[in-house]
């Protein structure tokens, strides 16, 4: 099982950036895909996560920010991002639970300055 991130870059504060995550190499169910950062000097931490049933959850940070959804028909998530900020600088990871395994994308960098 392979996972795709792309869409990272810098955006100024106030900006907006949209990720996405494409599953491959996989025949089995994806139970939920979902989204994590890290910024430096920092443990990783979820921020967004979308079920099969399309349904989100979101920390308290991001939440009115941040929209994630799921094309199941391409094993595709996205993460729109909005109103970034600089807290929001990470890089962000993307992950899927296929039949109940969890798999780890590469990460992509996203900057936000002022």
């Known amino acids: 099982v392979q996972l795709q991130a792309s869409g990272g870059g810098s955006v100024k504060v106030g900006g907006s950036l949209r990720l996405s995550c494409s599953v491959s190499?996989?025949?089995?169910?994806?139970?939920?895909m979902g989204w994590h950062r890290q910024a430096p000097g920092k443990q990783r931490e979820l921020v967004a996560v979308i079920t099969n049933a399309g349904t989100t959850n979101y920390p308290d940070s991001v939440s009115g920010r941040f929209i994630t959804s799921r094309d199941s028909a391409k094993n595709t998530a996205y993460l729109q991002m909005n109103s970034l900020e600089p807290e929001d600088t990470a890089v962000y990871y993307c992950?899927?639970?296929?039949?109940?395994?969890?798999?780890w994308g590469r990460g992509t960098l996203v900057t936000v300055s002022s």
């Open positions: 190499g996989s025949t089995g169910t994806i139970n939920l």
């Open positions: 992950r899927a639970l296929v039949d109940f395994e969890g798999f």
